[in-house]
Each structure stands twice: as structure tokens, then as C-alpha cells.
């Protein structure tokens, strides 16, 4: 790869970076029906979100999906003890039973093969 490749990668990668400040739409449910179908009379769209939001709560039997300004550990902390969560930052993405590499962590590794590349071609 070129080096005007890897600044087109980095410049990708610190756009997808950015694009957390745009506010995206979640499904909501407490409980959500298993299997999740978002048709459900259960399940809320929710709009102006900062993450979307799936925790898996133990001691209950579906996820919970939740629409959160801010997605990090303590979001929950003072209603569950014991759960595991994903936050995802496109538009009704926490549908998902499972989570799939982000494009983020993709241009990071290929960035960083890139600068690797560049790198070694520049020494021979």
C-alpha cells in the first residue's frame, strides 16, 4: 500500500471516530420479546439517542434494550448488579442477538497493517 492509502485510511478512521456526535434512533423494551421482532406492541422507537443499547441481565430471561446519552459500565450500575451490555451507534442496531466487529475496529486494523507495510517497504 501507498502512503497516500494509509493517510485515506486514517483520515476514514478518524471520520468514523467523529460520527459518534450524530444522535441515532433505538429500539426500547423491558421486557423485549423472545424471538425479537421489532414489529412487536412491545418494543418502542426511540429518537435523539447518543447509543443504542442491549444488556443481558442475569436473572432475566431476554435482553433489555435501551436508548442512553452516555454507554459505559456505570449506566446501569444503580438498577442491576450482575449484566453484560453492547452499545452500537447506527440507527436501531441493538436488534441484534450478536454483536459483529464495528467498522471502526476494521479500519483500525487495517491502518495499522497499512502503516506496518509502509513501514517495511521503506526499509529495503
Not at 406492541?41 to 446519552?69: F, H, Q
Request: hydrophobic share 30%.
Amino acid at each position: 500500500m501507498t502512503f497516500q492509502m494509509c493517510i485515506f485510511l486514517t483520515t476514514l478512521l478518524i471520520m468514523v471516530k467523529i460520527d459518534k456526535s450524530v444522535a441515532v434512533n433505538c429500539f426500547t423494551c423491558n421486557p423485549c420479546p423472545s424471538p425479537f421482532i421489532p414489529s412487536s406492541y412491545l418494543i418502542r422507537n426511540m429518537t435523539g439517542c447518543g447509543s443504542c443499547a442491549k444488556l443481558d441481565v442475569r436473572g432475566m430471561p431476554t435482553p433489555i434494550r435501551d436508548c442512553v446519552e452516555t454507554c459505559d459500565r456505570y449506566t446501569w450500575a444503580n438498577k442491576y448488579t450482575q449484566y453484560a451490555y453492547s452499545c452500537c451507534t447506527r440507527n436501531f442496531c441493538n436488534k441484534s442477538q450478536t454483536n459483529y466487529p464495528t467498522y471502526q475496529m476494521i479500519f483500525t486494523i487495517l491502518s495499522i497493517i497499512c502503516f506496518y507495510m509502509t513501514k517495511s517497504s521503506s526499509k529495503h
